[in-house]
Structure formats: structure tokens, C-alpha cells
């Protein structure tokens, strides 16, 4: 197989296809509408725009829906356990710094589960980039209320309507000390791919949440409507960042910011080890 | 602390001992959580590991340490953990991952008295059966148990040539006392054991298959990132590694998981016998226990008891066919444990008719004496 140049005349469908292990896997276990094969696509965009060798690119996901997403792709790919990809991740990439490590997760996968090894991983600051896929519900298991469902909207494990509160994940990965934050959805597919790009370029721990629609089982629990109808929910009530700087708050009543939210240096993990066994081996 | 190469007799702790034959196995990755009575193998690892070059993380739980491990062995380091009972339990299911997914790695577990929290500073060998049936699932298991300092080092290196000979996770079974132990030891040379490390494939990467069932049964392993793309997955897969739900690839899956350690079973086996040949009593017993079980045996034989001791050294896959066969004249066999009752269920499937089995048990976090065992041997002979 050819390894990827860069296209630039070619459609995106092009490039993407030539990152797909299209003999085998297909078709995807998704719904259609999905938005899961969205924020694939706009992976793929972002790896090929960098120029990244496929061989060196490690796609490490957990148990989900979102989850399944590396196995369609022709990288080096890891499905793990519900969960637990952040930490398999962590010890992919100290064991082999140059790789370009990216973990791929849902909602449930990295908040519920997995939340206590990605607070550490934002603390920690291994180069890893966290694509967080949030449909707000457990898609794969069939609706169940996942730790990003909003207070007293609908599941299949919370029938009255959720007592709980959601995590804001962005905010979260903030407070524990990540390097890089963005945000943004599945209708704002530029943007997502521009946040990507970011996060991979960047030396140290990013998260890029991409807001994604389970019409499925979020959309119909809560008369959402379908994937049209949540991609336009989406398109009406994310508000860039950068434009929101500049509004009065009642202009933000009610809509959530996209794009890159943080963004600091710190020392990173793995080349701080690096030096460390330089000094000792003196 | 001595360096791991070079031939000083040394006094060191079970637990050090560990960790130097880690080095000495060529281990470069530790992902470990802190827990009594195995921290002083992370401490070593943490000191040692950046001097080798290797790489030492502190997780945030043991059920990331193993998660760590599997994805640095999975990039090509050989890599080790260390924990006890809780910890142990915390680690099961991503022991099965690297079980199913064929990534060779150790897992030490000092044992301590359960369930539990238990009892963090005593003795227990309650996790015998745990490591080989931990996971759910089926599989085989490849689990090793040193009774010395000496042994320690050693076994940790056989732990690493098997589950790297046989792609496969190992658990080293020791305890509090063996690991807190401090004896005397030569540290082997360079060179004195057999390292061995896991086969590459010689092939292009178009043809490379990651789980391919060989003849032996063990496929070679690319690293991540060698230029071998493949996928791995916990679900059921084929050669490729892609999910399969066809029977037949997933009977294969799961014969090979099996077959490849069952078929090398005389590779695998180690035990350790003494005066098993005209025994009429033998007792049976490992780790601490067996230094005790071995004087036992030594009072017996004093007061013309014909006593022998067998010492399985891998307890799984469990010795079948070599213990069956020093027990080949015995009237009785005694299994000697700190648990209520666990391999002595082995020994009753294999014990030959003529050769009743009897137990002692001890679960209250202290040791078994060697005069508990020959007041024992003088009960039942
Ligand atoms: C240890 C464990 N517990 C539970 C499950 C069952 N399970 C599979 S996927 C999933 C939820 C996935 O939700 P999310 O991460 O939000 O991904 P989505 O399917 O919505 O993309 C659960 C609970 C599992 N596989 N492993
Ligand atoms: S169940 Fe929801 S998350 Fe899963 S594939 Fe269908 S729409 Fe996507």
C-alpha cells in the first residue's frame, strides 16, 4: 500500500479513503447519520494535512461506539477495555516518544469509567491527543445515562429523567491541568479539523471534544428529532469562542463556545524523562 | 544498591531480588501502584529503571498499571508490574486483555492474607487459584513461585522468557515473607541465565499476520510502530486481529490461547523434589511454605520416617504428570498451605488410588513451622 501524500486537488472522500482498511471491517457498525464517522473523517483530514506517516500514527480507543472507530483506519490501532485506552495510551507512548499517539473515546468510555486515568493524564502531561466523542448517552450498550447527560433529560436508565448533573468536560480537563482544550461539533466539520490539528501539533496532553449526535437513542429518548435535526441544534447553539469574547453574556444565554479554549506550555512528560535518563547515564 | 551484573554475593530482600532479575531480564518498562507488602519492587524499578535507560511510571491504580504495561510491551519494552491481593483483583481484566490480545508481560503478586484488604503486612497464599482463573474467559495461564531470595531473581527472569517465548501475560506468585526476606545471594552474571525475548517476523508487512497460527502456535510480534500495521482488540479476531464472529475462527482463537502453553507443558514445568524415591509420605507445598515443608521432611527422616518433599516452582500449568509420578509409591501425599484448601483440589484429580491426599491449612496471616508440618507428618503417616 502507497503511503499518503498530499492531495490537494483531490476530494476529501479521496483522501480519506486512502487511510481506510477498506478490504475488510466494512460496512461500520454505526447507525446512518452517526456522527461518529464524522469526527473519523475529520481524524483522517487532520493526520494527512500534518503529514503524518500511517506508521507512525497509533489510534488507541476503549469500548463504545465511538470506540470502534480505529479499526476502519490503517494506522496502528488498539481497541482496549471499557474505559481504560488513556492509560493503555500512556504506556504506548512513554515506551515509544515518537509515536503519534491519539485516543479515541466516548462519553461514558472517558468520564464515567475512565475518568479517574484521564484527570490524571490531563495532570500528568503525556503528548497524547484525547478525542472525546460526546453523544451525551451510553450509544453502544442502547440509551443507558452516561456522566455528560444534562440534569433530568431522558435514558434508558433514567426513565423519570436524570437526577444527576453532567460534567463539562472541557472544564474538567482544565481544573486537572491539561495542556490544550477545544470543542467543537460534528456540524462545524472545518473547525473540528483546525481543532484536531491544533491538539496534534501541540507537545503535551490536548483534548478536543467533538460534540456528535446519538439520534439513535439521545435524539429519540429526548424528541430530538433526528440526525438532521441535531446537527441543526448544533449548528444554532455553538458559538465560537473567539466571536464570544467580544458579546455581552445575555448574547450567550443558552449557547455553548467552540474552538480552542486553552492552550499553555508546560514540561511534558516524556521528554522530561528523556532528560532524566540522559543525566543519569552521564 | 549492587548492580544487576555482576557476580558479588550480596544481602538482598526477596522483593530487590525481583526487581534486579527484572533488569537483568532486560525489563524497561514498570507501571506499578504502590501496595504492601510489593512496593519495594516499584521502588527498585523507579531507582533502577532511568540508569538502564527503561522507563518507570507511577499510575493511578493498579488497574492503569496494567493497562500501561500492556501498551509499552505492546511498543516493544519488555515490561513488568508489582502488586498484592487488591491490587491483583483490580488488574483481572486487563490481565485478560493481554491475555486474549497475546502481549507478553509479568505481574508479581506478593501475596498478603484476604480476602480483601486482609492483612497487608502477613502472609497468605489464598491467590493461588486467582492467577490462573482470574480473568473470566478461557485461556491458559503460565504462573511461577520462588521459596528464596535467589529465586526470586531467577523466576522473575523465567517469567520474562516464558511470557515472552509464549506471547503471553505470567504472574509470579510470591509472599510477605519471602519478599521482605533477606538472604545472601551471587547475583548471576551476564550471561549465566537465558534471556530470552520475544520473535520478530522476518516477513514483509503485506504478509505479517499478528495472531498467525504457526506450527509451534506462537505468532511473532511486531512492536507498534515497527512498520507492521495491525489491529489488536479484546473481542474475538482472526489472525488479522480484526473481530470475527465465525465459529471456526473463534474456535481457533481460543485453541491457540490454550494449546500453545498446554503442548509445552515439559518446557514450562519446574519442580523441586527431595527424597521423593522410596518416600512413603510425601509433603506437598510452595513458596515460604515449602522451607518449612523441606525441614519438616528433614525431622521425619531423622525418626526414620521415610518423608519427601515436592516443591512445585511453576504451579500452573499445575506439574500433573511429573508429580503423579513422585507419588508413584506413596501411601500418602500431604498438601502443606496458607489458604484454606486450593491446590490440594489439584492433587486429589491427579493423585494416583493408591496414594490419599491429606491437608494443612493455615489462614491467620502467620507462617506454618516445621514443627506444625512434622507433628502433622507424624498424625497422618
Ligand atoms: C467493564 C465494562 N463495563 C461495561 C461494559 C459495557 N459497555 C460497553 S460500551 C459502554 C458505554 C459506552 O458509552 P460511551 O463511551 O459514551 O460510547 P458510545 O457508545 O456512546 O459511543 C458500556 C457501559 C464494558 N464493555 N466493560
Ligand atoms: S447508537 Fe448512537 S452512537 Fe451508536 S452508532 Fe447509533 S447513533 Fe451512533
Not at chain 1, 111 to 139: E, K, M, P, S, W
Not at chain 1, 218 to 241: C, I, P, Q, T
Amino acid at each position: 500500500m502507497v503511503e499518503a501524500t498530499k492531495p490537494e486537488d483531490k476530494q476529501t472522500s479521496d483522501v480519506t479513503h486512502q487511510y481506510l482498511r477498506t478490504k475488510k471491517n466494512f460496512p461500520n457498525v454505526w447507525c446512518p447519520g452517526c456522527g461518529i464517522g464524522t469526527v473519523m473523517g475529520s481524524i483522517i483530514r487532520s493526520i494527512d494535512k500534518l503529514g503524518y506517516k500511517k506508521n507512525e500514527v497509533v489510534l488507541v480507543s476503549g469500548i463504545g461506539c465511538s470506540s470502534r472507530l480505529p479499526v476502519y483506519c490503517d494506522f496502528n490501532t488498539l481497541h482496549t477495555t471499557h474505559g481504560r485506552s488513556i492509560a493503555f495510551a500512556s504506556g504506548v507512548k512513554v515506551a515509544k516518544p515518537n509515536l503519534k499517539v491519539i485516543v479515541v473515546t466516548g462519553d461514558g468510555d472517558c468520564l464515567a469509567i475512565g475518568g479517574n486515568h484521564f484527570i490524571h493524564a490531563c495532570r500528568r502531561n503525556i503528548d497524547l491527543t484525547v478525542i472525546l466523542i460526546n453523544n451525551q448517552i451510553y450509544g453502544m450498550t442502547g440509551g443507558q445515562c452516561s456522566p455528560a447527560t444534562p440534569n433530568l433529560a431522558y435514558a434508558t436508565t433514567a426513565p423519570y429523567g436524570n437526577l444527576e448533573h453532567n460534567f463539562i468536560p472541557v472544564d474538567l480537563a482544565k481544573g486537572a491541568g491539561a495542556s490544550y482544550i477545544a470543542r467543537s461539533t460534528v456540524y462545524h466539520v472545518q473547525q473540528m479539523d483546525k481543532m484536531i490539528v491544533g491538539a496534534l501539533q501541540k507537545k503535551g496532553f490536548s483534548l478536543v471534544e467533538a460534540i456528535s449526535n446519538c439520534h439513535t437513542y439521545y435524539g429519540r429518548l429526548n424528541k430530538e428529532g433526528d440526525a438532521v435535526a441535531m446537527l441543526k441544534w448544533m449548528k444554532e447553539h455553538a458559538m465560537s469562542a473567539k466571536v464570544a469574547k467580544n458579546l455581552p453574556p445575555e448574547k450567550l444565554e443558552g449557547k455553548f463556545l467552540t474552538g480552542l479554549l486553552w492552550d499553555v506550555e508546560k514540561p511534558e512528560f516524556c521528554e522530561e524523562y528523556e532528560k532524566l535518563i540522559q543525566r543519569l547515564q552521564k | 544498591m549492587p548492580s544487576s551484573n555482576t557476580s558479588a554475593r550480596v544481602l538482598m530482600q526477596g522483593n530487590e531480588a525481583c526487581a534486579h532479575g527484572a533488569i537483568y531480564s532486560g525489563c524497561r518498562f514498570f507501571g506499578g501502584y504502590p501496595i504492601t507488602p510489593s512496593t519495594e519492587i516499584a521502588e527498585g524499578m523507579a531507582r533502577m529503571l532511568p540508569k538502564y535507560g527503561g522507563r518507570f511510571i507511577q499510575m493511578e491504580d493498579e488497574i492503569g498499571s496494567m493497562a500501561a504495561i500492556i501498551g509499552a510491551s505492546a511498543a516493544g519494552l519488555k515490561s513488568m508490574t508489582a502488586t498484592s491481593g487488591p491490587g491483583y483483583s483490580l488488574m483481572q481484566e486487563n490481565i485478560g486483555y493481554a491475555y486474549m490480545t497475546e502481549v507478553p508481560c509479568v505481574i508479581v503478586n506478593v501475596q498478603r492474607g484476604g480476602p480483601s484488604t486482609g492483612l497487608p503486612t502477613k502472609i497468605g497464599q489464598a491467590d493461588t487459584m486467582q492467577a490462573r482463573w482470574g480473568p473470566h474467559g478461557d485461556y491458559n495461564a503460565i504462573v511461577v513461585a520462588p521459596a528464596s531470595v535467589r529465586e526470586c531473581f531467577e523466576q522473575t527472569v523465567k517469567a520474562f522468557n516464558f511470557s515472552e517465548r509464549f506471547r503471553t501475560p505470567v504472574t509470579l506468585l510470591g509472599d510477605e515473607v519471602l519478599g521482605h526476606m533477606r538472604e545472601v545471594i551471587t547475583v548471576p552474571e551476564e550471561g549465566e541465565l537465558e534471556v530470552i525475548s520475544r520473535e520478530k517476523p522476518d516477513v514483509p508487512s503485506e504478509w505479517y499476520h499478528h495472531f498467525e497460527v504457526t506450527p509451534n502456535l506462537v505468532s511473532p510480534m511486531a512492536a507498534v510502530g515497527d512498520g507492521y500495521r495491525y489491529h489488536m482488540t479484546g473481542l474475538t479476531h482472526d489472525s488479522e486481529g480484526f473481530p470475527t464472529a465465525k465459529i471456526s475462527e473463534i474456535k481457533r482463537k481460543l485453541d491457540k490461547l490454550y494449546y500453545k502453553i498446554s503442548r509445552f507443558y515439559d518446557e514450562i514445568v519446574q519442580i523441586d523434589t527431595e527424597m521423593t524415591e522410596d518416600a512413603s509420605i510425601c509433603v506437598l507445598a510452595y513458596g515460604t511454605t515449602a522451607r518449612a515443608a523441606r525441614q519438616a521432611v528433614h525431622m521425619a527422616r531423622e525418626k526414620r520416617i521415610r518423608a519427601g518433599l515436592i516443591r512445585p516452582i511453576t504451579i500452573w500449568p499445575f506439574a500433573d504428570e511429573h508429580i503423579r509420578e513422585h507419588l508413584a509409591h506413596a501411601k500418602k501425599v500431604l498438601v502443606v498451605e496458607l489458604n484454606m484448601g486450593q491446590l490440594v483440589n489439584e492433587v486429589r484429580r491427579i493423585a494416583p488410588r493408591h496414594c490419599k491426599v491429606e491437608q494443612l491449612n493455615r489462614y491467620d496471616g502467620e507462617v506454618l513451622n516445621p514443627v506444625d508440618i512434622f507433628k502433622k507428618i507424624l498424625e497422618v503417616k
